[in-house]
């Protein structure tokens, strides 16, 4: 298979175009069942009628684990608002509607992993906070109730492909089944660390549609933020992390 078109490269994996297939190949230092958990998930969104790209294998390539998925012809939600700021908010309602419609799925908790068992490990395995910090998050992840929904888990413009007719949702490894509250602020989180404006006009539209309250998704926002301090991405700042930590855990 042909790796020469290198796509896009992650903090996980580097996407290559190939044979009219998207070819995951993953990096060496992930657990060797990194690909097939993906994929696991992945296949699960498409099994529940979402318009999710099809797995087509799972194999190893050169040595290292790969995903061999369908191809989608298209362009992100990010880069066509990039293009003209001022639809913002067109595509972040076009966004907000696909996410509610994954939010309205009642998953199989037997086909995906909890949010709960997620973000304890997360909070529990970092090494950004002290034992007192993960107490606190801990006790605090503990006291949520809610009916589990299917949750993206990284959900934002550039993980939406919009095609001839229909919008694609990419990117599920992070998926899980848990409380969509918690999934609403983690993308506020995610918009956030580019454009508070954004951010906020993302929750005011989720908001409007669904009814949820914006204080009922910040309430999240600490242990959120401190299961994101466990990914060690590049492009975020823990010490933007570790303020809303502190601020929501003073309160």
């Not at 896009?8 to 995951?24: M, P, R």
């Not at 580019?194 to 951010?199: G, K, M, Q, R, Y």
């Not at 823990?238 to 930590?245: D, G, H, P, V």
């Amino acid at each position: 298979m042909d790796l020469d078109k290198l796509i896009a490269k992650g903090n996980t994996a580097k996407i290559y175009h190939s044979e009219n297939k998207i070819v995951k190949v993953y990096n060496d230092f992930l657990p060797e069942t990194e690909s097939i958990n993906e994929a696991n998930k992945q296949k699960y969104a498409y099994s529940c009628d979402l318009p999710v790209p099809e797995i087509l294998d799972v194999t190893k390539i050169n040595g290292k684990q790969a995903i061999i998925m369908e191809y989608v012809k298209g362009e992100t939600l990010g880069d066509l608002m990039f293009k003209d700021k001022e639809q913002a908010e067109y595509y972040l309602n076009i966004s907000v509607d696909m996410q509610m419609k994954i939010h309205n799925i009642n998953p199989n908790p037997e086909a995906i992993e909890a949010m709960y068992d997620k973000l304890y490990r997360q909070i529990k395995t970092t090494n950004k906070l002290d034992n007192k910090q993960k107490s606190d998050l801990l006790k605090k992840l503990d006291s949520f109730t809610y009916e589990n929904r299917l949750c993206h888990g990284d959900f934002h413009l550039f993980n939406l492909i919009k095609t001839d007719d229909q919008v694609v949702v990419i990117d599920w490894v992070d998926s899980s089944a848990g409380d969509i509250r918690a999934d609403v602020y983690r993308t506020y989180l995610l918009y956030s660390q580019v454009s508070s404006e954004l951010a906020d006009m993302y929750l005011r539209v989720y908001s409007e549609k669904s009814g949820i309250l914006r204080s009922d998704v910040f309430q999240w926002a600490p242990v959120i933020a401190g299961a994101r301090l466990s990914e060690s991405v590049s492009t975020e700042n823990s010490e933007r992390l570790m303020k809303i930590i502190n601020h929501y855990c003073s309160l």
